[in-house]
């Protein structure tokens, strides 16, 4: 039995702990990557989702406005309309705020909408988030011109209702 036989030399052992070492520095990197891509990939996946509910949302309700009852200012979009089934009382039409406040948060600001002459003062309205990280808001209103044909607008007032509205809105996440 030769020398060489008898085991490994120290060489060999410490190459061998080299390697094992960067293969376990590049799997625990791996799963440090793993543990901070997971929670932004859930939020991610949940995005369009959500975006999709709060286009169907805002679609419904836009589309039974009454007519009139639209106005629209610079990150603010008002008008009358009956809410979605699941909120509030869902009994008759309410007065609708959509708002893009400053600390980047869309707002659905809502109250009934009284059905004749106001005998009391209004029920403070309610507030419910429609979405985060929102950094801009606006709208557009595609609606007949008195010299022309139908054109897209910034802003909005009439005794009808625009032919259709555009919203865009801009999140802190890159998403549209």
């Known amino acids: 039995m030769t020398r060489r036989d008898a085991g490994f030399t120290l060489l ?33 996946a949940a995005g369009p989702e959500d975006l999709a509910a709060l286009d169907a949302a805002l679609t419904r309700m836009i589309a039974q406005a009454q007519p009139g009852s639209m106005t629209a200012s610079r990150g603010e979009l008002a008008f009358t309309t009956r809410l979605p089934a699941l909120a509030a009382q869902n009994t008759g039409l309410f007065d609708v705020d959509i708002i893009a406040t400053p600390g980047g948060e869309l707002l659905l600001r809502y109250g009934p909408h009284p059905p004749g ?45 625009p032919l259709l509205v555009r919203i865009h809105l801009a999140f802190a996440n890159g998403l549209f």
């Not at 808001?137 to 008195?146: E, R």
């Not at 054109?151 to 007032?157: L, P, R, V």
């Open 117 to 161: 002459a106001p005998l009391a003062p209004p029920l403070a309205p309610s507030i419910e988030p429609l979405a985060q990280g929102v950094t801009g808001f606006s709208a557009s209103y595609f609606a007949p011109q008195t010299n022309g044909p139908p054109a897209w607008s910034d802003s909005w007032s009439g005794d009808g209702l």
């Open 12 to 44: 060999e052992m410490l190459v061998a702990l080299v390697v094992f070492g960067l293969v376990m520095a590049s799997i625990a990197q791996t799963f440090r990557f793993g543990l901070i891509a997971w929670p932004a990939a859930a939020r991610e």
